[in-house]
């Protein structure tokens, strides 16, 4: 028998040439899988705009990706260079070593909106108000409540980790000047919307521009029907009380808790578009309350919009016929100085007469005013409020002071700053429920989508598309002989 070396069989010999063969092609064959998983990923997510510079917002370009999700790196490929993975909407994001496992545990990403003044880190917002002039003191007030609610916000992480800002522009409560102001804020500072916008003859012209944008007016500081239509314009939300809903409450209080004759109601109003709103709300008030309709036409005292010349409303007070009733109250649809410039020069000459003022006054300014004056013009003075009394102890007064003390140290409270800061929380709650992926439209759904939400007011606020009114209460406030207010019971 043969015992030497015995010959490997062929097929021995093909098997070793495949096996080596294998060994080679294994990193290309690992690259191809890898690829195709990551072609795969990249199918299965929703399309997404690549990464390119954003329009430019308040005159700065924004770098960075402009459709509402991110890039980011993906798993490597074994062979090759990774494939991106885009992270779709509110994504969680699973951070990968190079290795591709896990490093720690998932956090959220924060997609980007396209939306104009919605950065990764921002919304920003704009108002148009006065800040110099006669009403200046209404422009600053509010603009101090709206910061104190955003930058309490802010301290807790913003909104979806996007911080709230709030860009103002002065128009001195002129309507000649609000049509510039209000499109400065648009195409120069790219506000998101606007709040908080102060006056009814300059929402007389900022209102129409946001509609045709169709841009967020949100919470203007006015009362005027022109902002509540029925059913309501989409992108326009109120916080407060109507003026037609103020001056029925007064008008009633004075013919039933005052016991006065509706022919013994006068108006002492602006001559514009505010006062002509309080001047037609305590027309229609006095029509429903005048059973016998024996009051005949309401008198209408008037004065031109910043200024304190009030001489001509005087004048019309004393020319009335010796025949006609005597007035006892007058319904002051008027700014802070001019009010008490009124108040100065009647109070003598016609001693006992009622004066109430609406809540757009400024009623701790037109306190101030009068006080200056002395406490026997201050004493007795009614101003009807559309949010609660800035003294009380309710919860959400004592959030609102320790917001305004972190945010606006040294600013004493004030209604005004408390109606910015209570209408900037609602305006904070729409914002969360529009989720991260935020536009106009989402955040309009959003507002309309808030029933019963309590904001610790009393009334509970309720939107819908056929609402867009937050709060229809109305309570009736009295200046002291020290210039405080205490409240007073309107029905």
């Known amino acids: 028998m043969n015992t030497g070396h015995i010959p490997p069989a062929p097929m021995t010999g093909a098997f070793q040439y495949l096996r080596s063969a294998a060994h080679r092609c294994l990193p290309a064959m690992a690259g191809i899988i890898g690829f195709g998983l990551g072609v795969a990923l990249i199918a299965a997510s929703p399309s997404r705009s690549a990464e390119v510079d954003a329009p430019a917002i308040g005159g700065q370009p924004q770098s960075g990706p402009i459709a509402s999700g991110t890039t980011e790196p993906a798993l490597p490929i074994a062979g090759g260079s990774p494939a991106p993975v885009i992270t779709a909407g509110a994504a969680w994001q699973v951070p990968v070593s190079t290795a591709g496992t896990p490093v720690e545990a998932a956090r959220p990403v924060t997609p980007v909106s396209t939306a104009q003044g919605v950065s990764t880190n921002e919304i920003r917002f704009g108002i148009v108000a006065p800040f110099s002039g006669p009403a200046k003191d209404l422009g600053h007030q509010m603009q101090v409540g709206i910061e104190a609610a955003f930058n309490a916000a802010n301290a807790t992480g913003g909104v979806f980790g996007r911080k709230l800002s709030l860009v103002t522009a002065n128009d001195g409560y002129d309507p000649a000047k609000t049509g510039e102001a209000i499109k400065q804020l648009d195409e120069t500072q790219r506000v998101f919307g606007f709040v908080g916008n102060v006056g009814t003859p300059t929402a007389a012209v900022s209102?129409?521009?946001?509609?045709?944008?169709?841009?967020?007016?949100?919470?203007?500081?006015?009362?005027?029907?022109?902002?509540?239509?029925?059913?309501?314009?989409?992108?326009?939300?109120?916080?407060?009380?109507?003026?037609?809903?103020?001056?029925?409450?007064?008008?009633?209080?004075?013919?039933?808790?005052?016991?006065?004759?509706?022919?013994?109601?006068?108006?002492?109003?602006?001559?514009?578009?505010?006062?002509?709103?309080?001047?037609?709300?305590?027309?229609?008030?006095?029509?429903?309350?005048?059973?016998?309709?024996?009051?005949?036409?309401?008198?209408?005292?008037?004065?031109?919009?910043?200024?304190?010349?009030?001489?001509?409303?005087?004048?019309?007070?004393?020319?009335?016929?010796?025949?006609?009733?005597?007035?006892?109250?007058?319904?002051?649809?008027?700014?802070?100085?001019?009010?008490?410039?009124?108040?100065?020069?009647?109070?003598?000459?016609?001693?006992?007469?009622?004066?109430?003022?609406?809540?757009?006054?400024?009623?701790?300014?037109?306190?101030?005013?009068?006080?200056?004056?002395?406490?026997?013009?201050?004493?007795?003075?009614?101003?009807?409020?559309?949010?609660?009394?800035?003294?009380?102890?309710?919860?959400?007064?004592?959030?609102?002071?320790?917001?305004?003390?972190?945010?606006?140290?040294?600013?004493?409270?004030?209604?005004?700053?408390?109606?910015?800061?209570?209408?900037?929380?609602?305006?904070?709650?729409?914002?969360?429920?529009?989720?991260?992926?935020?536009?106009?439209?989402?955040?309009?759904?959003?507002?309309?989508?808030?029933?019963?939400?309590?904001?610790?007011?009393?009334p509970h606020i309720s939107f819908g598309r056929d609402r867009h009114q937050a709060l229809h209460k109305v309570w009736g406030t009295q200046i002291d002989a020290k210039g405080h207010f205490s409240s007073i019971d309107l029905e």
Request: aromatic content about 10%.
């Open 207 to 458: 209102l129409p521009y946001a509609l045709s944008r169709r841009m967020l007016f949100y919470g203007a500081f006015t009362g005027a029907g022109l902002l509540r239509s029925d059913p309501p314009d989409r992108y326009v939300f109120n916080f407060r009380a109507s003026y037609a809903e103020e001056t029925y409450a007064v008008v009633r209080y004075l013919v039933k808790s005052r016991r006065l004759q509706p022919e013994q109601i006068a108006v002492f109003a602006q001559h514009d578009g505010y006062g002509d709103a309080g001047f037609h709300g305590v027309e229609k008030a006095i029509r429903s309350l005048d059973a016998a309709g024996e009051s005949g036409s309401v008198p209408r005292l008037n004065y031109e919009r910043n200024t304190v010349n009030v001489d001509e409303a005087i004048a019309q007070l004393r020319q009335r016929p010796k025949n006609a009733p005597q007035i006892k109250a007058i319904v002051m649809v008027a700014t802070y100085r001019a009010a008490a410039k009124f108040i100065e020069k009647t109070a003598d000459q016609l001693p006992g007469l009622i004066y109430t003022n609406v809540s757009f006054v400024g009623s701790t300014s037109l306190a101030d005013e009068l006080m200056v004056l002395g406490p026997k013009y201050a004493s007795g003075v009614i101003v009807t409020q559309v949010v609660p009394a800035v003294a009380s102890y309710s919860s959400v007064v004592l959030d609102y002071k320790a917001a305004l003390t972190k945010s606006a140290p040294g600013e004493a409270p004030d209604y005004v700053s408390l109606e910015g800061y209570l209408s900037a929380n609602v305006l904070i709650e729409g914002l969360k429920r529009a989720g991260p992926d935020l536009d106009t439209e989402k955040l309009v759904t959003a507002l309309e989508s808030i029933q019963d939400f309590d904001l610790g007011v009393g």
